[in-house]
């Protein structure tokens, strides 16, 4: 397991394959040296938030802090790209511990598909027929019939992504909750969603789901005509994302709130 303490000494890169990134990669190589990315002390990415979510994906397990540069457009995880004193920014980043979403979603078949999601768990209507959901939390039902085009639950570093554009409200970071949010909601017309513990367990049961088939999508692992879905934190998986202090995760959050 990586160190989460300074020095990060031993650093492994990955890019993005756009000319943006493969430049930065032999720029940043060439000056600080690759490791392996399990035998580093923290991974730089280099890239956009893609990129970054796909490292987060494929180190779930490994316990290593990975620190972002932007060589893409928007890189709302992203810390501005430098080539100075990459040790030194590392040594001082802080770093947010991020607990991933598992979802289990059952196809008409019976088969249970499993996948982790950092940002979110979404569902979609995959026809022209509109979606018919019904939501339990804790075993409890709380919404017998959602009619939409899907829902999400996104986690507090996904509630600035797919979430805030389906109107859903954002959750700081270090907040232990959940954003329920209706996509496209057409009855109940006015429900906007809700905020849940993260310790919650949400289900969704697809209703007429032969009519109206229903993908689940788990950041980007999807499971189609599935007929119920249930999503809860994965509280025993951590993961670390770094970022310099003056452009923290926390604060980026945060200022999305006051954009107008």
């Known amino acids: 397991m990586a160190k989460l303490t300074p020095p990060f000494e031993r650093i492994a ?62 890189g709302f995880l992203m810390n501005e790209y430098r080539e100075d004193d990459l040790y030194a920014r590392l040594a001082n980043a802080e770093i947010s511990h991020i607990n991933p979403l598992s979802m289990i979603a059952y196809d008409r078949a019976g088969k249970a598909h499993k996948a982790l999601a950092i940002n979110e768990v979404s569902l979609f209507r995959e026809t022209a027929q509109a979606a018919k959901l019904r939501i339990s939390i804790d075993g409890t039902v709380r919404v017998a019939e959602l009619i939409c085009d899907g829902a999400l639950v996104a986690t507090p570093a996904g509630s600035t992504a797919y979430n805030l554009s ?29 905020l849940l513990p993260n310790k919650a367990k949400i289900a969704f049961d697809v ?8 993908s689940a999508v788990a950041d980007h692992a999807e499971t189609r005509s599935v007929v119920r879905v249930e999503i809860e934190n994965a509280r025993h998986i951590e993961l670390y994302l770094m970022c310099d202090p003056d452009h923290s995760l926390d604060e980026r959050v945060l200022s999305e709130q006051f954009l107008f």
């Open 207 to 214: 209703i007429e789901a032969g009519k109206r088939p229903v």
């Open 13 to 74: 890169f990955v890019a993005s394959d756009t000319p943006e990134g493969q430049s930065a990669l032999v720029a940043l190589t060439r000056r600080y040296g690759d490791r392996p990315a399990r035998a580093a002390d923290a991974i730089v990415a280099l890239g956009g938030d893609g990129l970054i979510l796909q490292t987060l994906h494929k180190y779930m397990n490994d316990q290593i802090p990975i620190f972002g540069m932007n060589c893409g457009s928007v």
């Open 166 to 194: 389906a109107h859903g409200p954002i959750v700081p970071i270090d907040a232990p909750l959940l954003a329920l949010t209706p996509i496209s909601p057409f009855r109940p017309r006015r429900w906007r969603g809700a």
